[in-house]
């Protein structure tokens, strides 16, 4: 008796039947074929020599897709041949997948692609070729779209393009037969929809060397860590904490500034606060000393600064943008890193009150090192001013080379000495540039020359923001992915290492953070980085002796570990 076939795919198939040996020794196979010529017959399999019905069966391979087959079960012993039933089933549409290229949408820097696959039965992957020319020259990330009949939208994002640039595209299909290839289309990215200065993220969180501060979503700011001086702004001169405390009396932070000594926020309506030591006159409240002691241990507003848009803290130095473009800055001057045209004594006071740096009345984005400042000007240049490779100047000068920057972040490689500085900036484009001390760009180059630059970083194509500080580099992706790159030797990478050689050809170019694809803003402290995550919560990884990690531990770790009770960091609404 020849049985109804199962598990019919596009090439493949299960038959069966019943044969009864009536107890002879026999043996069965099934003939099959595209007509009841059949024309195939499957190995031949022996039977006992029971006198009742048992199964058999057999596994069809290789078939035809879309095609209408024929079979039956034949037995045979000494007593002669028995023929089964003739009856049939039809595999599924095959062979190679059925491809049609969509249309796209796009962005100045990305685009989504659109298309259909029909599977046909078989596992199939897909991805689009994509490029300025019919060679394409790129591919998508590579997708799977199962093995089910029938035709199912698909869509890819990608990244990392250039803005009012005609890109054109083709969706590709590949199963065990062979690839399929569909139209080409064509997608223009839109002049930059990426204004300079725009790349950068509200400084939601702010690291330093000791203290980790947050802005959360209720204008509130949060601190942990030690806060030797009041750096927690909790009103306590000796704080230590291991988990998020509150700064007093402040309830419309929109982002938060911290160096070595002090913390600053901006506030919704364009007034800036700080608190800390103010010994080099970082807190700007208009008075500084040499002692140690002195400082504020709460947030105290910066006399005359109402129109703030935007602040960034150095080691010891603050600097903000002002709504009309102008950028002030206050603090320590040793290096001329407060841009006046004026130029300090190392350990000395520089300004107690902000001054405006020379030469940039049209500043969007500011970022404060160790020994220098950059800001990104209106039409995407940078200029800079301080001690940074072997450049010095008092007051703000061009980068050559960089003229689509959508934000700027600057480092140092000490905290405490030496000029040896470094810059980076994402392009519109979504690329990092580099300039500054070698061993830091993140190119591979392990030469602390600090003469080289800009250059473009390997592979990073569609960075949304960088960060910089002592010895490290961060930047977020744009699918929330986080790469650092530089030294290592507390983890400060977040690849589930750590190693005290520096530099070290492993970390001398961007390295994936470990476990982190929600990042929406990072931020690197001293030898230690913090990220924010989509919904409210933090990480922070790398140094942790003094709590600045958050996490109720003084252990270093080398990846991400959750900031504990923090759960709605981010720019408050409106």
């Known amino acids: 008796m020849t049985l109804p076939a199962t598990a019919v795919t596009t090439m493949s198939a299960a038959i069966g039947g019943q044969v009864n040996p009536s107890g002879q020794q026999t043996s069965y196979t099934f003939e099959y074929g595209p007509s009841t010529s059949f024309g195939r017959i499957t190995t031949v399999v022996a039977l006992d020599d029971a006198d009742a019905l048992e199964p058999v069966s057999a596994t069809l391979s290789g078939l035809t897709p879309d095609t209408t087959y024929y079979y039956r079960v034949v037995a045979s012993n000494a007593t002669g041949t028995g023929f089964g039933p003739v009856l049939r089933f039809s595999t599924g549409p095959g062979g190679l997948p059925a491809v049609g290229t969509g249309a ?20 199939t992957a897909f991805a689009f070729e994509y490029g300025t020319t019919t060679g394409f020259g790129s591919l998508s990330a590579i997708d799977s779209a199962g093995d089910a009949n029938g035709a199912q939208q698909i869509t890819l994002a990608i990244g990392g393009l250039l803005p009012g640039t005609t890109y054109l595209y083709r969706l590709v299909a590949t199963n065990a037969n062979g690839s399929a290839f569909g139209d080409v289309h064509g997608v223009v990215t839109p002049p930059s929809d ?240 580099c300039w500054g001390a070698g061993a830091y760009l993140g190119d591979g180059g392990s030469s602390d020359a600090p003469s080289r630059g800009p250059v473009e970083l390997p592979g990073l194509v569609d960075a949304t923001q960088v960060t910089a500080n002592a010895d490290h580099t961060c930047a977020t992706r744009s699918g929330g992915q986080a790469v650092c790159w530089g030294a290592n030797d507390h983890g400060q990478i977040g690849d589930g290492a750590i190693d005290p050689s520096f530099p070290d050809a492993s970390t001398m170019t961007p390295v994936a953070v470990t476990g982190l694809g929600d990042a929406t803003q990072i931020v690197a402290g001293r030898q230690y980085s913090c990220a924010l995550r989509r919904g409210g919560s933090a990480v922070c990884w790398g140094a942790n002796g003094q709590l600045q990690g958050g996490n109720g531990t003084s252990t270093d770790d080398d990846v991400p570990v959750a900031v504990s009770g923090l759960a709605d960091a981010g720019k408050p609404p409106g």
Not at 104 to 123: I, P, Y
Not at 370 to 375: D, F, K, N, V
Not at 403 to 413: F, L
Request: aromatic share 4%; proline share 3%.
């Open 104 to 123: 796209a949408s796009s962005t100045a820097t990305g685009a989504t692609l659109a298309g259909t696959v029909d599977a046909h039965g078989s596992q």
């Open 194 to 433: 990426t204004p300079a200065g725009a790349g950068r993220a509200d400084a939601t969180i702010a690291a330093g060397a000791t203290h980790t501060c947050a802005v959360r979503t209720q204008g509130h700011v949060a601190c942990w860590g030690t806060g030797l001086g009041g750096l927690l702004g909790d009103d306590d001169y000796d704080a230590i904490a291991p988990s998020p405390v509150e700064a007093i009396g402040l309830t419309d932070a929109v982002e938060v500034a911290a160096g070595i000594e002090h913390t600053c926020a901006l506030r919704a309506g364009g007034q800036v606060d700080c608190w800390g030591r103010g010994r080099y006159g970082q807190l700007a409240t208009g008075t500084a000393t040499t002692d140690s002691t002195t400082g504020a241990l709460g947030p105290e507003p910066v006399p005359g600064l109402t129109d703030a848009v935007q602040i960034a803290a150095g080691a010891l130095d603050t600097c903000a943008v002002r709504a009309g473009g102008s950028v002030v800055c206050w603090g320590e001057n040793a290096f001329g890193q407060l841009g006046n045209a004026t130029t300090g004594q190392s350990n000395a006071l520089g300004s107690n009150v902000p001054v405006t740096v020379a030469g940039i009345s049209d500043g969007v984005q500011v970022s404060v090192g160790r020994t220098a400042a950059c800001a990104v000007r209106s039409g995407g240049q940078v200029a800079c001013w301080g001690a940074l490779g072997t450049t010095q100047s008092n007051v703000a000068v061009a980068v050559d080379g960089v003229s689509d920057a959508a934000q700027v972040a600057v480092g140092s490689g000490s905290f405490f000495i030496g000029a040896n500085g470094w810059a980076c900036a994402v392009r519109s484009s979504g690329h990092v540039v």
